[in-house]
């Protein structure tokens, strides 16, 4: 094995026309016991073909740096060339160019030839590099190189970085075949050159160290610069080789270690490794370039209808804002707030416009005097929403306009109103475009004036006049006040009605009444006549009608139950009938005066003092113990017999204050509480019978009723 080595790394002394020797990189393969040792120099062929050899122990380290500063400095004097390319043989031709400057060298498993006593056949050399090779006179002797043990020896440690070579980043390199190793010395860092260089240029960037007396010869630095360019081819071989082996790596027969991909620094490798671009990444560079030419158009487009947008949002103006007018019970409101929306761009974009007039509700200065009260909207096909509101916040209407003309004011008093017009989408073609709502809330008092009617404007003295009050708003009774007493205003079928009877010695002329109803004062004028009342004188007392009850002579049990508030009208129904079926004698009529003892003069004129006059009516029928019925309907209050010359006595109340009162029966079919109707049985009659009639506390003429010449009470 040493022997082996030592004829592997012996280099002759003599060198005569060296021919450069290139192996395969696939053919050669070491012995599997024999690792191939690897060298820093390319060694020159002999003449004859065989490998010279050195000596093992002969290796010198601070020669081999030597020649490592001797290869900077050659570097740095050396000027950078074009690229040039050795043809290589068509066994060697690599698949791909790497780059030959300034990029480190991979190592490369060991390409020596296995050891052999055998001469080996030489390497075919390309024509071109013989015919331009000149022929290299006897050299005495050869540069000194790194011993090839020296390399094996440090084979698995990392070569020193240069300024050519950076370090290799913690990574062992691969160990490279003698070609290779003479390469990294002699041509790394050095320029490409073009065709055949001449020997001036070629003798500087040579790694080799020649001796001092050999520095000028030409032929020397010509077998240099062949040499170097030979050197140069191997490198870029392997470098190819070695690019191929990792793309496909095939098994390997020693132990070399994984040698690490090339680093390329130059700019023209990373031009050429720059991968294509894909067709989805073409693809989505050309999305990318139209997607922002549609962005530029859409953003130009919408400046320019952004301005437009402006300018016709400034032409609508509150000119094109509608004119709604609103009246009620003949009065014109004014509204409150509005809030319309001016359309822009079509529908979807629109001016608002809204403002609150009055936060408070307008007050109308007129009283509203109907009860049902017109409120018109112009124009009318807006939809509208009317709330009323009562003094206590309580809802009485709650509709559309149209809706209120129907409504009836149950009563007067303050209310409160709003008003909303709407006009939407849906309104009229020619405002369709205009939408909003505008609002009025104002605030009105209902002040209806009932009717006053005075139903009889000329009675007679003894008769009944009437008054008659249409419907209030109030709920309330009205009243009335004048010389004439009354009982007051009871509800009657279409208002209030009051009787007023009349005394028999009333004041005769006209009569001022006041009636007061809703808040409204009426003043009525009444006109009373004279009755025509007839007299009696008599010459002594004895002669005087008896029995006689005067007004004042009335009991105290019949006195109290006239100051009793009446009840419902009962003669609406049949009216009045006199009391008896058969005929009957009056011998005392309501207003007859009876006098005794006046002189023939006081006769003649009706003047004098000392009489009595009559407020009610003595009956006597035809036959005693006559049946006596109802005149009309009512209700009894008193049936009882009261002694002395009142007898049996009966009180009927038939409504409003008019009750009827009968003195003197012997007997009585009905008892108080008794609801008794027109005509029913009543009683049995004594000699005489006193019949009265009274509204309140005043008497009137009970005949005028019973014959239905009372015209007052016809109304009710």
Known sequence: ????????????????????????????????????????????????????????????????????????TAKSKTPKAAKTTKKAPADETPERKAPAQESPVPAAPDLAEPKSESKPEPPETPAREDAAAPTVPDVPSTPELPEPAERAESAG???????????????????????????????????????????????????????????????????????????????????????????DPAPSAGPAPASEA?????TDDDEDDEPQDTIPQALGRGVFGMFKWLLLVVLFVLIIAGGGVAWLYRSATPDMLPEVKVTFDGQELAPTAYKWHVPVVGSFFRRTYAETLNSSPVVLEDAISDASPDIIVTPSDYSTQLTITDADKETVYEGSATAFRSYLFAENGTFDAKLVVTASDSAAEDRSSVTGTETWQFRFTVSIKPSVTLCTPTVQQ????????????????????????????????????????????????????????????????????????????????????????????????????????????????????????????????????????RSYSERSTNYGYGGRTSTNVVIKPKKS???????????????????????????????????????????????????????????????TVVAELRIGTVPINPLLVWRGQCDGLKYF
């Open 157 to 247: 440690t990392e070569p020193e970085p240069t300024a050519d070579a950076p370090a290799a980043d913690n990574t062992p390199a691969a160990e490279a075949p003698p070609e290779a190793a003479a390469a990294d010395t002699a041509v790394t860092d050095t320029p490409e050159q073009t065709g055949d260089v001449p020997a001036e240029d070629a003798a500087e960037p040579s790694g080799l160290v020649f001796s001092d007396d050999l520095a000028n010869d030409k032929a020397l630095a010509a077998e240099a610069a062949r040499m170097a360019n030979i050197s140069r081819t191997a490198q870029l071989s392997i470098a190819q080789i070695m690019a191929g082996l990792e793309e």
């Open 1 to 72: 094995m040493e022997e082996d080595k030592k004829s592997t790394a012996v280099q002759p002394e003599e060198a005569p026309k060296p021919k450069p020797r290139r192996r395969k990189a696939a053919s050669p393969q070491p012995a599997a016991d024999t690792p191939p040792a690897p060298t820093d120099s390319a060694e020159p062929p002999a003449a004859d073909g065989q490998s010279t050899k050195k000596p093992a122990a002969s290796p010198k380290k601070p020669r081999a740096k030597k020649n490592t500063k001797t290869t900077k």
């Open 262 to 266: 090339p680093q390329h620094d130059s």
């Open 462 to 597: 003894g008769s009944v006049a009437a008054v008659r009050v249409g419907s209030t708003m109030s709920r309330t009774e009205p009243t009335l006040t004048g010389p004439l007493e009354s009982t007051g205003f009871v509800r009657a079928a279409n208002g209030w009605i009051c009787y007023l009877p009349i005394p028999w010695n009333a004041e005769t002329g006209n009569t001022e009444l006041t009636v007061t109803a809703d808040g409204y004062t009426e003043t009525l004028t009444l006109s009373v006549r004279a009755a025509s009342y007839s007299y009696k004188d008599y010459s002594a007392k004895s002669q005087l009608t008896s029995p006689y009850i005067g007004a004042d002579d009335a009991p105290d049990a019949v006195r109290r139950l006239l100051t009793t508030d009446g009840g419902e009208i009962q003669w609406a129904v049949g009216g009045f009938v006199q009391p008896f079926l058969d005929s009957f004698d009056t011998p005392l009529l309501y207003g007859m005066t009876e006098y005794v003892g």
């Open 625 to 687: 113990k006559d049946s006596m019925i109802v005149p009309a309907s009512g209700h009894v209050l008193l049936a009882e017999d009261l002694g002395g010359s009142y007898g049996y006595t009966v009180v009927i109340d038939h409504g409003a204050g008019l009750r009827s009162i009968f003195y003197g029966l012997t007997a009585l079919d009905v008892e108080a509480g008794d609801d008794v109707k027109q005509g029913q049985l009543l009683g049995t009659s004594g000699r």
